[in-house]
């Protein structure tokens, strides 16, 4: 099994439409120091495809995209 | 820095819905947006029409969008503006046109320009045209 992962924080996204949970997510990483890992939920797939994509363009990490009850969790680390 | 330059002519509301989302994703990764706002997508920037959602030209997914309450293209624009390099400007033939002053806009314009300019600004860059 994979190492238990520690999220810092959870940005609740559920419900937002897209790009709302992305646009959550850079609000919030863009204040926290490196090393933080966020856990991203949201209730839009496109979103769900979109965080990572995002992540790729800007050079942070993500760490796993989890399907959970009627939502997906996407975690993230800030490497820079 | 990649650039991309839009221009938002129609006065339909999800063509400017679609092109306000590319805009401020863009904008916060990492690229250098342009927004030229020109003919009748201008009208769609009266802030007191935005105030009251009289938006003339909306479809089916439009109106979804309303109902669902999703964030407007102004509102998109606004957040690329406050999280990325995003900026919009207004054309000056059509405010002229239209006889509003920028004062009477959504206030998210950079400046008033006309489209030698424009094309300065977005010039080495992709170009959309919506």
């Known amino acids: ?80 | 820095m990649e650039k991309l330059s839009l221009v938002l002519a129609s006065d339909e509301f999800e063509k400017l819905q679609a092109a306000a989302m590319m805009a401020s994703v863009a904008a916060v990764s990492g690229m250098a947006v342009n927004v030229f706002v020109t003919m009748s997508a201008m009208t769609c920037f009266i802030k007191e029409r935005v105030d009251r959602k009289d938006f003339l030209k909306v479809g089916e997914v439009g109106k979804a969008i309303l109902r669902k309450k999703a964030p407007l293209y102004a509102d998109l624009l606004a957040q690329g503006r406050e999280m990325g390099d995003l900026k919009v400007y207004a054309c000056s033939l059509a405010l002229d046109l239209l006889e509003k002053p920028l004062e009477e806009m959504v206030p998210i314009f950079e400046d008033v320009v006309g489209v030698a300019t424009f094309l300065g600004i977005a010039e080495g860059g992709q170009v959309l045209f919506i």
């Open chain 1, 1 to 80: 099994m994979a190492e238990e992962i520690k999220v810092d924080e959870v940005v609740d996204a559920r419900g937002m439409y897209c790009p709302g949970p992305l646009m959550e997510l850079i609000k919030i990483i863009q204040l926290k120091p490196v090393g933080t890992v966020l856990s991203v939920l949201s209730t839009d797939e496109g979103s769900v495809k979109d965080i990572p994509a995002w992540l790729k363009k800007v050079g942070q990490e993500h760490v796993q995209t989890e399907k959970k009850d009627g939502f997906w969790d996407v975690t993230v680390r800030k490497v820079k």
